[in-house]
């Protein structure tokens, strides 16, 4: 079963027209199935299994101590959402990326018919922004892959002598090494850096090793160390230190 989480401002269910005419857009056959009055929708995902929908008349649990990214909504939009909906489909197979793929087009499908503010799939650790997960989603089609911005979840870590890091989740679950990428608190194109880094990650064959350098430019040689990770728990992560 793969399983996404959709915040919204309250939890009236969409339309089932709503939900199929907007599954169209990610290439997804929708045949809706009877439910009870409002407490769920329900779908054959033609050729692949079954979509569930369920409204939640609560804020998502320990919505105030997730993390948030670049690619998420404000503090403030995140409070003020009241429910959150709990997608589930049964009848995806294959590896994690492919899986993943299928599951972010299906979840950006719903919560545009949601009309949602914030998305995320199970294990991710912050919401992204619905409307840009929805863009990303479909863009990402073509390659029948997920989009780097919302395959792999970036949160901020701080850093001594007033600099910031950012640290990857996700690449993990594509055996991949995470990373832990530090710079200069008022530097430029260091987030733009993190991403050319997934997305080079995603990539390759075989995991970025240690004694690798990389850079923004053909002259920076900038090491690629393997360290702790910041949180003090899990597996050691591919740590990069930008320039001040």
Not at 59 to 72: E, G, V
Not at 85 to 103: I, N, Q, W, Y
Not at 173 to 187: L, M, N
Request: charged share 20%; proline share 8%; glycine share 8%.
């Amino acid at each position: 079963m793969d399983v996404a989480f959709i915040l919204a401002a309250n939890a009236e269910l969409p339309s089932a027209e709503a939900v199929k005419a907007a599954a169209l857009r990610y290439g997804l056959q929708l045949n809706a199935e009877p439910t009870p009055a409002g407490t769920s929708l329900s779908f054959e995902i033609a050729g692949v299994g079954q979509l569930s929908l369920m409204p939640i008349p609560a804020p998502y649990p320990d919505l105030a101590r997730l993390p948030t990214s670049p690619t998420s909504p404000s503090r403030e939009e995140l409070n003020n959402t009241k429910a959150h909906f709990v997608v589930t489909v049964l009848g995806f197979s294959g590896p994690p990326r492919k899986r993943d793929a299928r599951m972010a087009g299906v979840t950006a499908a719903v919560a545009t018919a949601c009309d949602a503010v914030g998305v995320k799939l199970a294990h991710g650790v912050v919401f992204h922004k619905a409307g840009l997960y929805a863009e990303l989603a479909a863009a990402a089609l073509e390659t029948a892959d997920i989009a780097p911005e919302i395959a792999i979840d970036i949160s901020t870590t701080s850093e001594p002598r007033g600099r910031i890091g950012f640290l990857t989740h996700g690449l993990a679950r594509y055996e991949r090494s995470e990373f832990h990428i530090t710079a200069s608190s008022e530097g430029r194109g260091a987030l733009g850096f993190v991403f050319d880094m997934i997305r080079w990650q995603l990539s390759t064959e075989i995991d970025v090793l240690p004694g690798h350098t990389v850079g923004r430019t053909a002259e920076e040689k900038l090491a690629v160390r393997r360290g702790p990770s910041p949180t003090g728990r899990g597996p050691e992560v591919l740590r990069i230190d930008l320039p001040d």
